[in-house]
């Protein structure tokens, strides 16, 4: 599910760091300026380190502060999320949107934002990643990442076939893509806030 820079012979998935940058950028293109990252398990989820790396580095690019970040060791849950946007809310309470490691953790957000009287997106603006049934189906429908993870899978085992049979890859490297999917979670386009 990434892209390597060089892989070791075939690669089917799509760039972290890519996704993390337009997650940025769509949140700065709506007028968000304190913008957060929030995920779980970062010392061993190298993928979620790309997709803050490429956040950061798309925040700094565009002059916003690229420092408001909180990553939590615990697995991820729907109650870590609601914990990790209070303890976002607490360090940095200037913060306005958040890009969450995963659906689980935006849905758990949320919740808390809910339980706060917190205005969603006008007070707080949310995303996650994976764009999961969830995250379609709750009561204000979270914005979220999509990524073909099953035409992942069949590409790669079309690859290894390919080559079990013998034959020539005209095509070692494949970006799948990804697509922000646009819910209410994150709104239209605001005014600069």
Do not use: K, W
């Amino acid at each position: 599910m990434d892209l390597a820079e060089e892989p070791i012979d075939m690669n089917v998935g799509f760039s972290h760091r890519a996704v993390g940058a337009a997650v940025a950028a769509h949140f700065a293109e709506r007028g968000y300026r304190h913008i957060a990252y929030a995920g779980t398990l970062a010392a061993r989820d190298r993928r979620s380190a790309r997709r803050a790396e490429g956040f950061r580095v798309e925040l700094a690019a565009r002059g916003l502060p690229d420092h408001y970040e909180l990553c939590s060791e615990e697995p991820f849950s729907i109650g870590l999320g609601g914990r990790l946007l209070a303890q976002l809310l607490e360090r940095y309470p200037q913060v306005q949107a958040v890009f969450f490691a995963n659906d689980d953790l935006a849905t758990g957000a949320l919740f808390e934002a809910q339980r706060r009287g917190l205005r969603v997106p006008e007070e707080i603006a949310l995303m996650g990643f994976n764009d999961t049934e969830t995250a379609a189906a709750v009561r204000l429908a979270i914005s979220s990442v999509a990524v073909d993870r099953h035409g992942m899978g069949r590409r790669a085992a079309a690859l290894l076939l390919e080559r079990l049979a013998g034959r020539e890859l005209p095509q070692r490297v494949i970006d799948t893509g990804f697509e922000i999917v646009v819910r209410a979670s994150t709104g239209t386009l605001l005014q600069a806030l």
